[in-house]
């Protein structure tokens, strides 16, 4: 079946431009997670949902990123005023239930690279 | 917060040689240890798990251990593939609480000649 889905695959911003970046997770998956993965470095996490309630915002880096999940399926991050540290990997991964060792599904990412 | 370290960061085997790769988190609460496969431009994939009440989990080539005294966990790729080459990263979180977010390492790459 379909994996989770992630959009667009490369993004190109200049400094102090907001972006959106787009997750469709796996169907029916409860539980939704960003990460920031910088090169060469493990995935940082960002926010989580289950549903369409934000549990977890505590390591979004700024009050420039803001994320949402209105109808509890597809999920949306922004980020306002980009800078050139916001510069990464942003990946999102869905899970079928809300327990954290439901296993984690990955998408492939959306490069940011802003210039 | 959980923090997770990754030993060696690189590692060369011979095709048909095992690979071992070390992890150690900090909190001992800690409950369940993922591990992840991330090739070249994809997302991680998970591999293979182990929760807290179990001491070691096998999957074909695959084997995670876990030592909660010492608070680490390894992964054992045996007869590796060319395949097998890729960058792994392990996890920690501690289960429940609202705690859902997973503390990755920094990634081992793991490069099998043939």
């Known amino acids: 079946g379909a994996g989770v889905s992630q959009s667009p695959r490369y993004k190109v911003a200049k400094r102090g431009q907001d972006v959106a970046l787009r997750c469709d997770p796996i169907?029916?998956?409860?539980?939704l997670f960003w990460y920031q993965q910088a090169l060469g470095q493990g995935p940082e996490f960002l926010t989580y949902?289950?549903?369409?309630?934000?549990?977890?915002k505590s390591g979004l880096p700024s009050d420039r990123f803001f994320a949402e999940r209105p109808e509890g399926s597809v999920s949306t991050l922004k980020i306002q005023r980009t800078q050139q540290e916001d510069s990464a990997v942003y990946l999102c991964?869905?899970?079928?239930?809300?327990?954290?060792?439901?296993?984690?599904?990955f998408g492939n990412g959306t490069r940011l690279t802003v210039t | 917060g959980e923090n997770v370290e990754q030993h060696p960061s690189t590692l060369s085997v011979q095709e048909g040689d095992s690979a071992v790769i070390k992890c150690t988190y900090s909190?001992?609460?800690?409950?369940?240890f993922p591990w992840y496969k991330q090739e070249l431009g994809k997302g991680p994939q998970l591999i293979i798990d182990?929760?807290?009440?179990?001491g070691e989990k096998k999957d074909q080539r695959i084997a995670v251990t876990l030592n909660k005294t010492a608070k680490h966990f390894s992964l054992h790729i045996t007869e590796t593939q060319p395949e097998d080459s890729a960058v792994y990263f392990c996890a920690a979180t501690t289960q429940g609480g609202g705690n859902n977010r997973l503390a990755f390492g920094k990634g081992n790459q793991v490069v099998v000649i043939p």
């Open positions: 909190d001992s609460a800690s409950n369940y």
């Open positions: 169907s029916g998956h409860v539980s």
């Open positions: 949902f289950q549903n369409e309630a934000q549990l977890d």
């Open positions: 991964a869905s899970s079928l239930e809300w327990q954290v060792n439901s296993p984690l599904h």
């Open positions: 182990i929760r807290s009440n179990v």
